[in-house]
């Protein structure tokens, strides 16, 4: 097994792993989404005069539709499909009435979900100077051959590992560093539990590393429940599928850089 891969296994079975874990992704979930009072109102005398078309149009315009329904998103991207289907947002609206003004509005207003607002925190972890150095520009990255990790957009990242790296994988990365002459390209991610979405984020980690002819050593950073001994499929995999990628926990990467 890959020893990076072997060590982050020890480290969330032995040690403080989430504690230790919590400085990287500190997932503190946010207040409730503002609602526009306006916009609220407009949606209290739709919903009180019983406006199909105008609560639906309504509600569309805010960040979070109060249910869960698969044809919202179609609505959503084509307006004219909501004047064109009179029985689905009939059928939609009959789940809204049910709700009542209150339950819609706090469906509305509910926290982003947890998961859903990690993704900056690796680079704000990294941007702390965690990993023994500050991130610097694009400029100053491209300036010489020191050790140092870029700091830049996701398009500046991505367009450096495809001009500079031979990099043509779809994904974008998270990590571009650069230590004793050799350059380091990496994906990020925090898997909080098994299971859809998460595995679909796992798979997408393995993907950028198994990309062909990169000029670049590849890693995943990976956290999370993929650690836990056990016949879950994610443990199975980076035990035995993938054993020999560079599989590693965030809280494992500054020794695996500074020993390259």
Not at 60 to 86: G, H, V
Request: net charge positive; charged share 25%; proline share 3%.
């Amino acid at each position: 097994m890959n020893y990076w891969t072997e060590l982050s296994i020890e480290y969330a079975n032995q040690r403080s792993y989430l504690d230790d874990l919590f400085h990287v992704y500190p997932t503190i979930p946010e207040g409730i989404r503002e609602i526009n009072t306006e916009r609220w109102s407009n949606i209290e005398n739709a919903f009180k005069a019983k406006n199909n078309i105008a609560l639906i149009k309504e509600l569309l315009k805010l960040n979070l539709f109060p249910i869960k329904d698969s044809y919202i998103a179609y609505l959503k991207r084509d307006a004219s499909s909501i004047d064109r289907n009179p029985k689905t947002i009939n059928r939609i609206c009959g789940r809204l009435y049910d709700m009542g003004l209150d339950k819609i509005f706090e469906r509305c207003s509910e926290p982003k979900e947890t998961n859903r607002q990690i993704g900056p925190f690796f680079r704000r972890w990294t941007n702390s100077k965690a990993l023994g150095i500050l991130p610097v520009s694009i400029n100053d990255f491209k300036k010489n051959k020191n050790d140092a990790i870029l700091n830049g957009s996701d398009k500046q990242l991505m367009d450096f590992a495809t001009e500079e790296l031979n990099y043509k994988h779809s994904k974008g990365l998270d990590f571009i560093g650069r230590f004793n002459g050799k350059y380091v390209i990496g994906e990020a991610k925090f898997l909080t539990d098994f299971g859809g979405h998460q595995n679909a984020q796992f798979n997408d980690a393995i993907s950028t590393i198994q990309t062909k002819n990169v000029n670049a050593i590849k890693i995943a950073i990976l956290d999370g429940v993929l650690y836990i001994k056990g016949k879950n499929k994610m443990y199975k995999d980076i035990t035995t599928k993938y054993k020999d990628l560079n599989i590693m926990s965030s809280l494992v990467l500054r020794e695996f850089l500074y020993q390259i």
